[in-house]
């Protein structure tokens, strides 16, 4: 398939060209159709697969017709970064069709936000909290918006912002389509997505592949001892940098805090620290001022460090597709890695999902000499579904062996 088909506009086929696009990436393939209809779309999809210019392009096929002046498109986002990113999507993708777009984000003077929008835009990529600002002086008005659009939902929610999306919807026309991206669907996002979207169509980009350079093993565990298994496997493990997944903010915090008191460098990543914060604790990880990284999911989505020895899943995952994330952090550029996961009491089923995305099984592991306390029996809970027994792993076969890993 190639951009042609989509009949843009000469200006926006122009400025695809300009841009060097050949053919659309498979969100763009299956969104654009859709955005062009004027339907909702409910996006599952990450940064980095050509999201932007999926909704960048219909969105200014819609503005070449109709009223000048007026902001029409409105797109939210978590950060001033994606802001930012977005409004040079446009301006190079829109740059023969004369349509403005301007940022609004905090942080920064108003001054120049302002003056741009007295000028006049038809399209405004904005912060939650700036945004409110201006609507709240009177110097924005979104009553003639036409397409909304919330890029990154899920962090824009663990960020906190999930109160001024609610005050946005509120000030923008509830007749109009509603573009809303997000990479994970946790329970609380497909609420939002429920109340804000009509009749949407749903458009997900596949998971990414396990890497192959990672091993997995699964550790049955009671809730309560998996911190103090934690401090156990690391003394019999060689580890280079650590990432360990929670599944709150505040768990991550927690344990950073329960890992350094122990002696361990380690540090949290997650939503409720500052953008500084955050970026501290990344390059502290990367530069090796601490050696381990107590994460939660949507936050660990900025970490691009390379070399990541073991990745600990102190929390199953909630969805298959977050395993394949999480995991993928390690083993990158030929590099092996481990990749570590915790299972406790109901956790079963998505175990099975995952040996069945996966395409092997998760090798059940027990450390020796650990107290996992009384009448814990983890075959009965996690059982290695093998048809041969001699495929069982070594751990359940003769207890109290050292693995090798425990070295
Ligand atoms: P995004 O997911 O929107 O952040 O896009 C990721 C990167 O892919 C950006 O650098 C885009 O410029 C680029 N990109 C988007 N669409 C295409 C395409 N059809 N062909 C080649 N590159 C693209």
């Given amino acids: 398939m190639n951009f042609e088909e989509f009949s843009f506009d000469r200006r926006i086929a122009a400025g695809v060209k300009s841009v060097g696009y050949t053919t659309p990436t498979p969100i763009q393939e299956k969104a654009i159709p859709v955005i062009l209809k004027g339907r909702d779309i409910l996006g599952i999809a990450q940064t980095g697969t050509g999201k932007t210019a999926a909704f960048v392009l219909p969105i200014l096929q819609r503005l070449t017709q109709g009223p000048r002046g007026k902001v029409r498109a409105l797109i939210v986002a978590p950060t001033r970064e994606l802001a930012e990113q977005t409004h040079q999507e446009i301006i190079k993708l829109g740059r023969d069709t004369k349509i403005r777009s301007v940022t609004i ?56 912002f999930l109160p001024d999306i609610k005050r946005i919807i509120r000030q923008v026309p509830e007749k109009r389509q509603t573009l809303f991206f997000s990479a994970t ?128 899943n102190f929390d199953m995952p909630d969805t298959v597709d977050a395993y394949t994330h999480r995991i993928g952090r390690t083993g990158r550029a030929e590099h092996s890695g481990e990749a570590f996961t915790f299972a406790v009491r109901g956790d079963s089923g998505m175990v099975r999902e995952i040996e069945k ?46 693995r090798r890993s425990f070295r």
Avoid: W
């Fill in 185 to 312: 669907m946790p329970k609380d996002i497909r609420a939002l997505a429920d109340r804000i979207l009509d009749r949407p169509e749903t458009v997900q980009i596949g998971m990414i592949a396990p890497a192959k350079t990672v091993s997995h093993a699964l550790y049955p565990v009671p809730e309560d001892r998996r911190k103090e298994l934690l401090v156990a496997m690391l003394q019999r493990t060689k580890t280079g940098r650590v990432l360990v997944f929670t599944r709150t903010k505040h768990r991550a915090q927690n344990l950073a805090t329960f890992m350094k008191k122990r002696g361990y460098r380690a540090g949290a990543l997650q939503g409720n620290m500052t953008q500084n914060q955050r970026q501290q604790a990344i390059s502290g990880f990367r530069k090796g001022k601490i050696d381990m990284l107590v994460a939660t999911d949507i936050a660990a989505r900025g970490i691009d460090v390379s070399q990541i020895s073991h990745v600990v």
């Fill in 357 to 402: 995305t996966i395409g092997t099984k998760l090798e059940r592991r027990r450390v020796p000499d650990f107290d996992y306390g009384v009448g814990f029996n983890p075959e009965r809970q996690f059982p290695q579904r093998s048809s041969s027994s001699s495929r069982l792993p070594r751990s359940f076969r003769s207890r109290g062996t050292r």
């Fill in 105 to 160: 984000y905090g942080g920064v003077s108003k001054k120049p936000q302002l003056a741009a929008l007295r000028r006049g835009v038809e399209i405004v990529v904005a912060c939650p909290g700036r945004l409110l600002d201006h609507v709240d002086a009177g110097a924005l008005d979104l009553s003639h918006v036409e397409v909304l659009v919330l890029d990154e939902a899920d962090r824009m929610c663990d960020m906190g």
